[in-house]
């Protein structure tokens, strides 16, 4: 007795893209945003009241001591460049 042969269809899903934003900038025309710049960790020794200032004025402020460091560096290389 001879057996026919079984042909099972498996769907196999397309693919996803491996670059979105790349299909995002061909489609709507919108360049891609560029990466982060990477960063490196800063340390600095203060005085304990000075560091208690600080930490103060940035909680005030709704924001960290990294977001304050950064900003105001920023500005001051900026204005001395």
Not at 10 to 21: E, F, G, H, R, V
């Amino acid at each position: 007795m001879a057996t026919k042969p079984v042909h099972k269809s498996i769907p196999i899903p397309l693919k996803p893209s491996a670059a979105p934003a790349a299909d995002a900038w061909v489609q709507d025309g919108t360049a891609p945003a560029a990466p982060p710049e990477r960063t490196v960790r800063l340390s600095v020794d203060l005085p304990r009241s000075l560091h208690r200032q600080l930490k103060t004025y940035a909680v005030a402020r709704d924001t960290t001591i990294q977001e304050l460091v950064t900003t105001w560096l920023r500005e001051h290389l900026a204005g001395n460049a």
